[in-house]
C-alpha cells in the first residue's frame, strides 16, 4: 500500500508560479508511472500530466503544454509539478496518483489510477 500526500499549493497571483510535491510513502514508487489531476468545483476531475517510471517519458493536458512540467526524484520518492505562467482557470484541487502495475503506460483516464492523495489547494487572483 502506498501514502501520497501532496503540498505546495496556495493562492498566487496569474502570471506567477508555484511547485507542488507529491511524497510517497509505505512503497516506493520508482517502478511507476504517476500523475497529476486536478477538480475544480462543480467540475469532473482532469488529467494534468504524468510521467514514466524512469522519468524519461511525460505527457501533458493541451491546455498545460508550455506552462507545467511534471518530474519526479525516485531517490525521494517524490513527484513534482512546475505550474508556471499560471491562469485564473488553473484554480482547483490538484491530486498526484500512481498504480498499482509496474511499467504501465501515461494514461490520461483517472480510472487507471489505484492510489490517490488527499489533494492540495491553488486558487490564482486574476
Known amino acids: 500500500q502506498v501514502q501520497l500526500v501532496e503540498s505546495g499549493g496556495g493562492l498566487v497571483q496569474a502570471g506567477g508560479s508555484l511547485r507542488l510535491s507529491c511524497a510517497a510513502s509505505?512503497?516506493?514508487?520508482?517502478?511507476?508511472?504517476v500523475a497529476w489531476f486536478r477538480q475544480a468545483p462543480g467540475k469532473d476531475r482532469e488529467f494534468v500530466a504524468a510521467?514514466?517510471?524512469?522519468?524519461?517519458?511525460?505527457q501533458n493536458s493541451d491546455s498545460t503544454k508550455g506552462r507545467f512540467t511534471i518530474s519526479r526524484d525516485n531517490a525521494k520518492n517524490t513527484v513534482y509539478l512546475q505550474m508556471n505562467s499560471l491562469k485564473p482557470e488553473d484554480t482547483a484541487l490538484y491530486y498526484c496518483?500512481?498504480?498499482?502495475?509496474?511499467?504501465?503506460?501515461?494514461?490520461?483516464?483517472?480510472?487507471?489510477?489505484?492510489?490517490w492523495g488527499q489533494g492540495t489547494q491553488v486558487t490564482v487572483s486574476s
Open positions: 509505505g512503497r516506493s514508487i520508482r517502478n511507476y508511472v
Open positions: 496518483a500512481t498504480t498499482m502495475f509496474r511499467d504501465s503506460a501515461l494514461y490520461s483516464s483517472s480510472a487507471r489510477y489505484n492510489y
Open positions: 510521467i514514466s517510471a524512469t522519468g524519461t517519458t511525460t
